[in-house]
């Protein structure tokens, strides 16, 4: 008897390692050319946790197929929380002040305020196997990185503009507004700075570029421009007819709407074209940080850059094939592009004082 229970013992002690072993191949299998040896053990880590959240300013459907991609390969879920910028920003503190961070994983488009975040203690470093992957602007401290890169210009309505009446730089664009109120009166949108976190960016990235930022906004100003909390809001504007154009919107979302929409257009200035990226961080208190870590490094990966990509958010590596790149995106654009980095500079106008000024000159400048 006692030699059967031995027998069934080291059976089940073989059968055991044997598991453990076939368990410890798959997840070597797992780990991508180049990575740590060790990286298995971080991939079961995040496979015990199970989940993933995220607090986010992307739409589900644009990241749809990267969320999709990670869940298949590592069979992980994801909480995804689309908040807005704003919202993004304000839940992370919030939770932070009452010690119940629930988010793992912060991207947002609003590099202002996800630079913040950091600054003020929210972030926790990674040193990712991809960094050394993503161009030097593109990686902040190891602690805040660039996911995309996206254009910031110009949609219009084809049946009202003709695109070769559009200004071909930046500088031409003031003029344009000025020699074209009979088309333009009452029908100009941009962004509300106040109300958007990816429009106070993109303006005030602008007004620390460009001496000329004020007189286009005073030239938006005389053509009666109206302000939106969001791009997708000024596109119906704009399909519509209510306005005939669009300054300063996300460029990768209207790239993608021309091919839908016949009488809507996207242009670009080919001397000047900002880039934004979404900017990914893991939260200091990340209650799944292994899973967290996990997902940076395949949203940073090849594979989850080209279903990004592939979403239509433009890959901030060059050696993505599916969909546009950030070479391949400045060819789009006319030569001109200009990412945003990832960087302190991003913090000039958080200053409160700085921030009040910005925006009491935006109003004026709009004749608010």
Do not use: C
């Not at 390969?73 to 909480?79: P, R, V």
Request: glycine share 8%.
């Amino acid at each position: 008897m006692n030699m059967h229970i031995a027998g069934r013992s080291t059976a089940l002690a073989v059968t055991t390692a044997l598991m453990t072993a076939l368990a410890t191949a798959a997840l070597a299998q797992e780990i991508p050319a180049g990575y740590p040896a060790d990286y298995a053990d971080l991939i079961a880590k995040a496979k015990k946790e199970g989940t993933v959240s995220i607090y986010t300013s992307t739409d589900a459907a644009q990241s749809q197929k990267l969320q999709d991609g990670f869940t298949r390969k590592y069979g992980i879920k994801i909480a995804y929380n689309d908040l807005g910028t704003n919202g993004t920003y304000n839940q992370v503190i919030s939770e932070a002040a009452a010690r119940q961070t629930t988010a793992d994983v912060v991207w947002s488009s609003a590099m202002d305020l996800q630079m913040t975040l950091v600054q003020e203690g929210y972030a926790s470093e990674y040193s990712s196997p991809e960094a050394a992957r993503l161009p030097a602007w593109a990686n902040y401290k190891n602690a805040l990185f660039a996911t995309t890169v996206e254009p910031i210009g110009v949609i219009y309505n084809t049946k009202a503009l003709a695109k070769e009446r559009l200004p071909k730089t930046y500088a031409d664009m003031i003029t344009f507004l000025k020699d074209n109120k009979a088309t333009l009166q009452g029908k100009v949108a941009t962004f509300d700075p106040e109300k958007s976190g990816s429009g106070f960016l993109h303006h005030s990235n602008d007004a620390r570029n460009r001496k000329d930022f004020w007189d286009l906004a005073k030239a938006m100003g005389a053509d009666g421009a109206k302000i939106y909390s969001s791009s997708g809001g000024m596109k119906e504007t704009v399909v519509s007819g209510e306005n005939v154009i669009a300054i300063n919107i996300i460029g990768s979302y209207a790239l993608d709407w021309v091919k839908e929409s016949p009488n809507l257009g996207v242009h670009f200035a080919k001397d000047y074209t900002p880039a934004f990226s979404r900017l990914a961080l893991i939260t200091k208190d990340a209650p799944h940080s292994n899973a967290a870590r996990l997902f940076i490094d395949y949203m940073l990966s090849n594979e989850g850059q080209s279903l990004l990509a592939a979403g239509g958010l433009p890959s901030v590596r060059e050696d993505v094939t599916a969909g546009l790149n950030i070479k391949t995106l400045n060819e789009r654009v006319g030569g001109g592009l200009k990412p945003i980095a990832v960087d302190e500079g991003v913090l000039e106008y958080m200053d409160q004082m700085k921030r009040v000024q910005f925006l009491n000159d935006w109003k004026a400048a709009l004749g608010r």
